[in-house]
C-alpha cells in the first residue's frame, strides 16, 4: 500500500489504436527504481524491442514524475522524459523544469506512456481524472509559445499547463525538445520523438492531492531544510545568477567551449558574464515550481536589433554554445537565438554545436556560401547564428542537413571534418572543454546519453586538480550513482545548496514512507545505470562507442591554463570499467554484476541476443 | 481599522507558489492548491518592453477589510473576527457552502472547498502565518 507522494498510477496513451488506459504501479517496481529515470529505464528496456527505428511509431515516450513531484519538499518541480534518441539511438533521458509536472500528480498519475503515432495532429489533454485526445491540426506549425497560448485559450483556462513541441519537433529535428513555457527537456531528440507521433502537446490541469506518508517529520525537516539553503553561503549568489554564475568561473579555467571547442581563451567572455548579463537585461528572478532558488532570469531585450525580445534565459549553458562556443560575445544576440530554439522547439546545446561545426567548416573552406544558402558563416557572425537556428528550426535549406547533429552532417561534408565534429555517440558535447577538466570528459565518453554533462558532473570535485586523470574514475562513478538517485526521485542538480544526499533520502522517506539507507541507494544506483547500459549494449553499443573527439583526444590545447592538455582516456576509462563491474574490452556488463545488481532477467536477455557476458 | 495583515511586495515575488503549498499542508494535511487560502498569479510572457516586474508574479491574500463585505453579506452569521489578529474567521459548522460570501469577496480570494462544501479563508495562521515564514523572497510581510 503506497502510503504517499506516489500515486501509483500510470497512464498509458496509444495514438494508433486511440486507446487510454490507466495501469497500476507495482510497489515492488518502486522500491527498486524509484520513479523517475529509474522507472524510465525499467519500463523502456522491458517495452521496446532491440534496434527499432527511434522515430518510428514502435518507439515510445514515457513523461515521469518521481514520489516528490507535487509536494514542497525544495529543487523538485522536474520531470524526466525517457525514450530512445533519434540523435544517437541509445537510452536518452532529459529533465524539464518549469511549472508542468506538479498537475500531472495532482490529476492522479506516477507518469504517462505515450505510444505509437497518430493519424494526424493531435494533443493530449488531461483534464483531472478525465482524459481525451484532441485535434491539433491548427497547431501544427506553431512555435511552443503560440500553441501554449492557443491551447489555454481554447479550454478557456489560464491556468493549464501545457508542454508542446514547436516546428523543430513536427519535422523531426534529431535534437528537438519539448518545451513547457521556456523550459525544456531538451537534450536527446525527445521533441522529435514525440513530432514523429504526431503529437503537438500535452495539456494538464490537475485538481486532486498528494498526500506525504509522515506529515509531522516532514514539517520538521522542511523547516531544516530551508534554514539549510538560507545558510548556504552560495545561495545568494546563484539567486542573483542562476546558472549564468557558472561562466566566469568555468572561463577562468579553461572550461568555456570557444570556436568549436577548439581553445580555451574567449577574448569578448567579459559580455556574456553573469554579471553583464544581470545589468543588461535580466527584469526578474524566477522560480519553478516548489523551488526556494529562483534561479530563473526572466530576460527582455532591451536594444538593438532584437529590441521587445522576452524569454527565460538565457542559461551558462545555452551562454557557452550559442555564445562563446560560436564566438558571439553579444549577449542580446545569445538570448535572442535562445528565445529562437524554445519558440522552435531545438536544444540550444546540440544547436549551438552544429553551427559551430558549421562555421569552422566553412572558415576551412570545406563548404561555401553555395552550401550554406549564402550565409557568411564566419565565427562571431550573429547574423548567421539567428538566421541558421531558423533555418535549423524549420529544416530550411542547409538548416536541414544541420537539423540530423554533428555527426551525420561531418559524414555529409567529410574532408576529414570528423577531426573536429564534437559529439560522443552522436550527442554533441555540453558546456565544458574536456581538456580543461578530463573528468568530465570521462563523463561524456560514458554517459548513457551520449555527451552529456547533467548525469554526474565531476566539475565542482575536479577543481583541485582538473588536469589530472588520477582518481577521476572514482569520482564520476560515484556522481553519476547520485544523479541516477536525484533523477528518480527527481532532485534539481541546484538541491546542492543546503540538501545533501542524506537529506534528499529524509525526504524520501518522510513523503512515501519508505526506508533508503547507503547501501539500497547504492545498490538502486548501480541497477538504474547498469540496466541504462544493458539497454545501449542491447542496441550494439561496445567500447568503442566510449570515446571522444579526436579534437579533444589528439589536439593539444592552444592557449589557456590547460594549454598543451589533450584528454587521456584511455587510463580513465580502463578504471572506470574496473571499477563499473564491465567487461574492460567490450564494456559490456560481466554477468555477475548484473546479477548483483537484480537483473538477472537482463542477463538472460542479453545472454539470448547472443552478447558474450 | 484591522489590526494584522499579510503585505505582499509583488515586484519581489518569484512565482514559485510555495506560499500555497505551505497553506495547504498547515490548512488540510496535504498538498492541494485548490485548498490553499492564498493564491500565485503568474504571468511571464511579457510581450513589450514596458513589462513591470509588480505584475509577473502576484500573490493574493485575504486584504482582511473592516468592514468585510463576506462577513456583511453572510446569512448564517458564520463569520466572526479572531480576538487576536482582528482576522476574519469561518465556522466551518456553520457555514453552509452557498457562496454568497464568494461572490462578494473584492479581492476574489474566498473560494470553495469542493469536497466539504464550505468557504475558505485565510485565517493569518492565528498570528503566525507560514506563508510568510517559508516565502523565499521576502514576497510576504506579516504586519501587526
Known amino acids: 500500500m503506497l502510503k504517499g507522494g506516489y500515486t501509483g498510477k500510470l497512464l498509458r496513451i496509444d495514438l494508433s489504436k486511440k486507446e487510454i488506459i490507466t495501469e497500476s504501479l507495482d510497489e515492488k517496481l518502486l522500491e527498486k527504481y524509484l520513479g523517475g529515470r529509474g522507472l524510465g529505464a525499467r519500463l523502456i528496456f522491458e517495452e521496446l524491442a532491440p534496434k527499432i527505428d527511434a522515430l518510428s511509431p514502435e518507439n515510445k515516450l514515457y513523461i515521469l514524475t518521481g514520489p516528490l513531484q507535487g509536494t514542497l519538499t525544495p529543487f523538485t518541480p522536474k520531470c524526466v522524459v525517457v525514450s530512445k534518441s533519434p540523435l544517437t539511438g541509445t537510452f536518452t533521458r532529459a529533465l524539464c523544469g518549469g511549472h508542468f509536472i506538479q498537475d500531472l500528480k495532482y490529476a492522479g498519475y506516477d507518469g504517462i506512456v505515450i505510444e505509437g503515432k497518430a493519424e494526424k495532429p493531435v494533443y493530449i489533454w488531461i ?24 491551447i489555454k485559450k481554447e479550454i478557456g483556462d489560464d491556468t493549464v499547463k501545457v508542454a508542446s513541441i514547436g516546428p523543430g519537433g513536427e519535422r523531426c529535428v534529431r535534437f528537438a525538445s519539448i518545451i513547457s513555457s ?36 516532514f514539517k520538521k525537516i522542511l523547516e531544516e531544510a530551508y534554514l539549510s539553503i538560507k545558510a548556504d553561503p552560495a545561495a545568494p549568489f ?3 545568477y542562476g546558472t549564468t554564475g557558472t561562466v566566469a568561473i568555468a572561463h577562468k579555467m579553461g572550461i568555456m567551449p570557444v570556436r568549436n571547442y577548439s581553445t580555451g581563451v574567449f577574448e569578448g567572455i567579459e559580455n556574456i558574464k553573469a554579471e553583464s548579463m544581470r545589468e543588461r537585461i535580466v527584469i526578474h528572478d524566477e522560480s519553478c515550481f516548489a523551488c526556494p532558488l529562483p534561479c530563473g532570469k526572466l530576460s527582455l531585450i532591451r536594444e538593438g536589433p532584437y529590441a ?32 529562437l530554439c524554445n519558440e522552435l522547439g531545438i536544444d540550444t546545446i546540440s544547436t549551438g554545436n552544429v553551427i559551430a561545426f558549421a562555421m569552422e567548416c566553412y572558415e576551412r573552406g570545406l563548404i561555401t556560401k553555395e552550401d550554406t544558402d549564402g550565409i557568411e558563416l564566419k565565427f562571431g557572425s550573429g547574423k548567421a547564428l539567428v538566421e541558421l537556428v531558423k533555418k535549423i528550426g524549420k529544416r530550411e535549406g542547409f538548416g536541414d542537413r544541420l537539423a540530423e547533429g554533428v555527426k551525420r552532417l561531418s559524414t555529409h561534408i567529410g574532408g576529414g571534418s570528423d577531426d573536429f565534429a564534437m559529439h560522443v555517440k552522436g550527442q554533441e558535447l555540453a558546456s565544458f572543454e574536456p581538456r580543461s577538466i578530463v573528468g568530465m570528459g570521462l563523463l561524456f565518453a560514458t554517459a548513457n546519453t551520449g555527451a552529456n554533462h547533467s548525469l554526474g558532473p565531476t566539475f565542482r570535485q575536479e577543481m583541485e586538480n582538473p588536469l589530472s586523470p588520477q582518481g577521476k574514475a572514482e569520482i564520476l562513478v560515484a556522481a ?25 533520502f529524509k525526504f524520501f522517506s518522510a513523503v512515501t514512507g519508505f526506508n533508503i539507507g547507503g547501501v539500497a541507494a547504492a545498490e538502486i544506483a548501480n541497477r538504474i545505470y547498469t540496466l541504462e547500459r544493458a539497454f545501449n549494449v542491447r542496441e550494439g553499443f561496445t567500447r568503442s562507442d566510449d570515446s571522444l573527439p579526436p579534437r579533444s583526444l589528439n589536439e593539444p590545447i592552444p592557449e589557456g591554463p590547460s594549454k598543451g592538455n589533450v584528454v587521456p582516456l584511455k587510463e580513465m576509462l580502463d578504471e572506470y570499467y574496473r571499477l563499473r563491474g564491465w567487461d574492460s574490452e567490450s564494456g559490456i556488463p560481466t554477468r555477475k554484476t548484473l546479477e548483483d545488481v537484480g537483473l538477472k532477467d537482463v542477463a538472460d536477455e542479453l545472454k539470448e541476443q547472443r552478447y558474450n557476458l | 481599522m484591522s489590526k494584522a495583515k499579510i503585505v505582499i511586495h509583488a515586484e519581489k515575488c518569484c512565482g514559485c507558489r510555495i506560499c500555497e503549498l505551505i497553506c495547504s499542508l498547515t490548512h488540510t494535511g496535504v498538498f492541494n492548491l485548490s485548498k490553499a487560502r492564498i493564491r500565485v498569479c503568474i504571468q511571464r510572457t511579457p510581450s513589450n518592453k514596458k513589462i513591470s516586474p509588480f505584475l509577473i508574479d502576484v500573490p493574493v491574500v485575504c486584504e482582511e477589510c473592516n468592514p468585510a463585505p463576506c462577513m456583511e453579506i453572510c446569512p448564517v452569521e458564520a463569520f466572526s473576527r479572531d480576538p487576536q489578529t482582528d482576522a476574519v474567521l469561518i465556522d466551518e459548522d456553520e457555514c ?12 476574489g480570494i474566498l473560494r470553495l472547498d469542493l469536497d466539504r462544501n464550505i468557504a475558505i479563508k485565510c485565517d493569518l495562521c492565528s498570528g503566525s502565518p507560514e506563508c510568510v515564514k517559508y516565502c523565499p523572497t521576502s514576497a510576504l510581510d506579516f504586519k501587526i
Open chain 1, 127 to 150: 483534464d483531472d481524472t478525465k482524459v481525451t485526445l484532441k485535434d491539433a491540426t491548427h497547431l501544427w506549425g506553431k512555435t511552443t509559445g503560440q500553441t501554449e497560448r492557443m
Open chain 1, 182 to 217: 521556456s523550459r525544456a527537456a531538451a537534450r536527446g531528440g525527445c521533441g522529435a520523438v514525440m513530432g514523429s507521433k504526431n503529437l503537438k502537446a500535452i495539456a494538464i490541469r490537475g485538481k486532486g492531492e498528494v498526500k506525504v506518508a509522515n506529515l509531522d517529520l
Open chain 1, 238 to 240: 546563484r539567486i542573483k
Open chain 1, 308 to 339: 521587445g525580445t522576452s524569454l527565460e534565459g538565457p542559461q551558462y549553458e545555452t551562454i557557452g554554445l550559442l555564445g562563446s562556443n560560436c564566438g558571439i560575445d553579444n549577449i542580446e544576440t545569445i538570448a535572442k537565438a535562445n528565445q
Open chain 1, 480 to 504: 553519476q550513482n547520485d544523479y541516477c538517485l536525484m533523477d528518480s526521485m527527481i532532485f534539481c542538480s541546484f538541491s546542492r545548496y543546503g540538501l545533501d544526499m542524506k537529506f534528499r
Open chain 2, 96 to 107: 453552509t457552502g452557498c457562496g454568497l460570501c464568494i461572490e462578494e469577496c473584492p479581492e
